[in-house]
């Protein structure tokens, strides 16, 4: 139902788009999130858009991620700019509504020089 894509290798201080395309019917009814997991670490919230627009951020990439969606192309995005290595993780989109709550696949994104 989703399809991320965009993790990498980067060097710290770099930047990478992340990229999740969802099916019309999901996509256009859901509140989208990025999530991200660490080895060994819980699966924690990164960043949140809902169909208006409005945007919520985790403190720790407050001023450096910014999330949007693009409606008419089914496609929620991640800039991360200013990544360093606690950034390192995979991470995940995800699609929630009151009726369902949808997972990608995970991409992984690992900072390091």
């Known amino acids: 139902q989703l399809q991320a894509s965009g993790g990498g290798l980067v060097q710290p201080g770099g930047s990478l788009r992340l990229s999740c395309v969802g099916s019309r019917t999901i996509f256009s009814a859901s509140l989208m999130r990025w999530y991200r997991q660490a080895p060994g670490k819980q699966r924690d919230l990164v960043a949140e858009i809902f169909r208006s627009g409005y945007t919520n951020y985790s403190d720790s990439v407050k001023g450096r991620f910014t999330i949007s969606r693009d409606n008419a192309k089914n496609t929620l995005y991640l800039q991360m700019n200013s990544l360093n290595s606690e950034d390192t993780a995979v991470y995940y989109c995800?699609?929630?509504?009151?009726?369902?709550?949808?997972w990608g696949q995970g991409t992984q994104v690992t900072v390091s020089s």
């Open positions: 995800n699609a929630w509504a009151p009726s369902y709550n949808y």
